[in-house]
């Protein structure tokens, strides 16, 4: 499931194929929809989106695994991993993003590391030179 993971967590619940629910979903370790889900997830587990599954609205959770369609506004902390016959049309926040062959992905996407500052970029130091100057080689 999720690459390069160690053990996933008990599923906590499972929202079948045929089945539609609109609201909030909150859960704790693993939830899989592979029916229609409209409204808002919130976890600190992994949310499993199966290839008959359709999510539409905001998800917040520790990491995504989408094999089915998922619109809107996607922010996980950890990861996000989009199957070769996966659907993303969402702003994407995540610090580790995975696209398989194949999928499809539209939207955009911002890959900050947790904790890091707005301009931080991981404290490298760049040298500048004044413009209009000339290196000299060999001097």
Same mark, same amino acid.
């Given at each position: 499931?999720?690459?390069?993971? +160690?053990?996933?967590?008990?599923?906590?619940?499972?929202?079948?194929? /045929? $089945?539609?629910?609109?609201?909030?979903?909150?859960?704790?370790?693993?939830?899989? @929809?592979? +029916?229609?889900? !409209?409204?808002?997830? *919130?976890?600190?587990?992994?949310? @499993? *989106?199966?290839?008959?599954?359709?999510?539409? +609205?905001? @998800?917040?959770?520790?990491?995504?695994?989408?094999? /089915?369609? *998922?619109? #809107?506004?996607?922010?996980?902390?950890?990861?996000?991993?989009? !199957?070769? *016959?996966?659907?993303?049309?969402?702003?994407?926040?995540?610090?580790?993003? !995975? @696209?398989?062959? #194949?999928?499809?992905?539209?939207?955009?996407? $911002?890959?900050?590391?947790?904790?890091?500052?707005?301009?931080?970029? #991981?404290?490298?130091?760049?040298?500048?030179?004044?413009?209009?100057?000339?290196?000299?080689?060999?001097?």
């Amino acid at each position: 499931m999720f690459k390069g993971s +160690g053990s996933q967590g008990d599923l906590n619940g499972f929202l079948d194929a /045929g $089945s539609h629910m609109t609201g909030e979903l909150y859960f704790e370790d693993t939830f899989r @929809i592979d +029916g229609k889900f !409209t409204g808002t997830v *919130v976890s600190d587990g992994d949310l @499993i *989106v199966g290839e008959r599954g359709d999510v539409e +609205g905001e @998800i917040k959770v520790c990491r995504i695994y989408v094999s /089915g369609t *998922v619109r #809107g506004a996607l922010r996980a902390s950890e990861r996000v991993e989009i !199957t070769a *016959v996966g659907k993303v049309l969402a702003d994407v926040y995540t610090p580790s993003l !995975t @696209i398989d062959d #194949g999928a499809h992905f539209e939207g955009r996407c $911002s890959m900050e590391r947790a904790g890091a500052q707005p301009g931080d970029a #991981g404290n490298k130091k760049v040298a500048q030179m004044p413009l209009g100057k000339r290196v000299k080689r060999g001097s």
